[in-house]
């Protein structure tokens, strides 16, 4: 192998962990019984958020600030991925007592 090689290979095994993105998680939130678990989360910017509705009635995930407004059927479950740091309160439209708040990091 040319030495020049050698000391390319070198330089992109040194240099590669630098450029290589850390990998989003995916936080995921509950809606059961009229309530939302957890009712405080933690996340970070490029994370994903995945709601999971396990009541037999609709739900949404809907922020004060008009960040998101997730339609969540029975049932069923939705994502959504985080744009922007901050602290954001939500809750659902349609139970307004159900409420929550996501603080994300970036």
């Known amino acids: 192998m040319k030495p020049g090689r050698l000391a390319t290979i070198a330089l992109a095994v040194v240099f590669l962990p630098m450029v290589v993105p850390a990998h989003a998680a995916t936080i995921q939130i509950v809606m059961e019984n009229l309530v939302i678990s957890p009712a405080e989360a933690t996340a970070k910017v490029g994370d994903t958020i995945e709601w999971v509705n396990k009541d037999v009635f609709a739900h949404t995930a809907t922020a004060r600030g008009g960040d998101f407004d997730v339609m969540l059927p029975p049932k069923k479950s939705a ?28």
């Open 79 to 106: 994502t959504f991925v985080l744009k922007k740091a901050g602290t954001v309160e939500y809750y659902c439209r349609y139970h307004p007592n159900m409420k929550a708040t996501l603080k994300v990091e970036p």
